[in-house]
């Protein structure tokens, strides 16, 4: 399914990139979740590289009745920029992009289910961190030649994953 979108792009102080195009809404939806970076280039101008995830706040779904987005495309009505055409691939690559990434999640959290998930006690609680989503080991990863290897980490269970996408898209990789 698609629908017509409106992207106000904000580029700090050298302004916004605007734009009305149609797209794909699983397509939209992952380039959103993601936070995937886009690299719109120089378009404000040489040496201007805008680049940046492109939010739920930039985008406003304009319709997603197909009557809507069949006249807009026949009448050619798209103008703008249109951050799909500065993807490698566009829409299909972005929502392969999430498929693969939902795989691979899903098979982390199998094996946390398998192997962490202290299930046996009943209570379902995440055996690693307890369902708060993150492990501090700092005071515990000590190699044997009294090395400090630890960290603060986002949990692999379904919390800690959540909690670590949330914060991608602030682009911060520890918690
Ligand atoms: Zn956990």
Redesign the pocket.
């Known amino acids: 399914m698609k629908a017509i979108y409106q992207m106000k792009f904000e580029c700090g102080r050298q302004g916004c990139l605007t734009g009305i195009f149609t797209a794909k809404v699983d397509a939209m939806r992952v380039l959103i979740d993601s936070g995937r970076e886009v690299y719109f280039g120089e378009v404000l101008g040489k040496h201007s590289e805008v680049c940046g995830p492109v939010t739920q706040a930039e985008i406003k779904l304009i319709s997603d009745y197909c009557g809507h987005v069949d006249l807009f495309e026949a009448l050619g009505m798209a103008t703008g920029y249109n951050p799909f055409d500065y993807i490698d691939g566009g829409e299909d690559a972005v929502i392969e992009d999430g498929a693969n990434h939902d795989q691979m999640n899903a098979a982390i959290t199998d094996y946390w289910f398998e192997h962490y998930n202290s299930r046996d006690q009943e209570h379902g609680l995440?055996s690693?961190?307890g369902?708060s989503?993150i492990i501090d080991t700092r005071a515990t990863a000590v190699s044997a030649a009294g090395v400090r290897a630890g960290r603060k980490n986002f949990?692999i269970?379904p919390?800690?994953q959540s909690l670590r996408e949330s914060k991608q898209r602030a682009s911060h990789d520890q918690p």
Request: glycine share 22%; with cysteine.
């Open positions: 995440c690693l961190c369902n989503g949990c269970c919390n800690g």
